[in-house]
């Protein structure tokens, strides 16, 4: 990790190896993904081996793949353990993500943003709620995510949306209903997950191409966790107070929030690897920031 150059002081120390031992955090109790995903396109070339504790997705010039989960959830903690495509990734995006369906959809977004050898994976958030988007986060990771899995988490429950990498929060989207900022909290969602040629866009705004020379691309899955409310017929799985899928016990995710420390290891993820932020964006937003960047 490379971290800010007053990490020697007292307080930089202990957050320094509060986020080192953060980082080896990695999720147990593993899904199995012959039961809980169905490879939905790509023609064989996402594959489910090791049995059923391993995922690939392949991306080639014909075509890319794709995977989505058997049950929809409304609210819960998914963990995934991805390892990301290596070498000269330029152009392909690897997408995992929770999406409702139809034209008011809910959605809430990690994309790997592709590079060319040696440069860093660009981390793309973004929240939709009711079909409405356009609330980007952009960072850089503080490791090489193609050298080993990595722990990517989205824990949704009525007042938070906190995507996580390893375990240290960096991103918090909160309910503000209050201010007219709309919320999914309503549409059930499916965990979606597709490997993909974007070189119209994806690396440098689509000034570098996918190199198909270095084709078949390859992102691997595993650690599948979902402590979340399955939706079924019309009724979730949890009760009011956030029962967890079995039913046998209360789920702390339900009111789960970023605590002291997490807000001090979101602050330090956004002040040395965020690139950008949608609520700082003025140029964009002429008539005004959106009332959710107005919020403390």
């Not at 990695?26 to 049995?51: C, E, K, M």
């Not at 139809?102 to 994976?121: A, Q, W």
């Not at 850089?140 to 995507?163: A, E, G, M, R, V």
Request: glycine share 8%; hydrophobic share 35%; net charge neutral.
């Amino acid at each position: 990790m490379a971290f800010p150059s007053d990490a020697a002081t007292p307080a930089r120390v202990m957050l320094v190896s509060s986020l080192l031992a953060i980082s080896l955090f990695s999720v147990a109790a593993a899904g199995n993904f012959y039961r809980d995903v169905d490879v939905t396109w790509g023609d064989g070339r996402g594959q489910v081996l090791n049995n059923g504790q391993l995922l690939t997705l392949s991306l080639d010039k014909t075509s890319g793949s794709g995977f989505q989960s058997k049950n929809e959830y409304l609210f819960g903690k998914i963990d995934m353990q991805i390892k990301l495509v290596p070498g000269n990734s330029a152009g392909t995006v690897t997408a995992y993500y929770l999406s409702s369906q139809g034209p008011t959809h809910d959605e809430i977004d990690f994309e790997f943003l592709g590079n060319l050898s040696g440069d860093p994976y660009t981390l793309h958030t973004n929240v939709f709620s009711q079909g409405k988007g356009n609330r980007e986060q952009q960072f850089k990771l503080w490791f090489d995510p193609t050298q080993d899995f990595h722990t990517y988490s989205i824990l949704w429950n009525p007042q938070h949306i906190i995507f996580s990498v390893d375990g240290i929060p960096i991103r918090d989207f909160k309910n503000n209903e209050a201010r007219g900022v709309l919320f999914p909290k309503n549409q059930p969602m499916r965990i979606y997950s597709s490997l993909w040629n974007a070189d119209d866009w994806a690396t440098r705004g689509g000034l570098v191409k996918t190199d198909w020379s270095k084709a078949p691309f390859v992102a691997s899955y595993r650690g599948f966790n979902a402590d979340a409310c399955v939706w079924s017929s019309g009724t979730s799985s949890c009760g009011s107070k956030g029962a967890s899928a079995s039913g046998s016990q209360s789920s702390a995710w339900w009111n789960q929030e970023v605590d002291a420390a997490g807000q001090e290891r979101m602050r330090w993820v956004q002040r040395n690897y965020m690139i950008y932020n949608y609520c700082a964006d003025v140029k964009r937003f002429p008539q005004g920031l959106p009332p959710e960047c107005r919020v403390a």
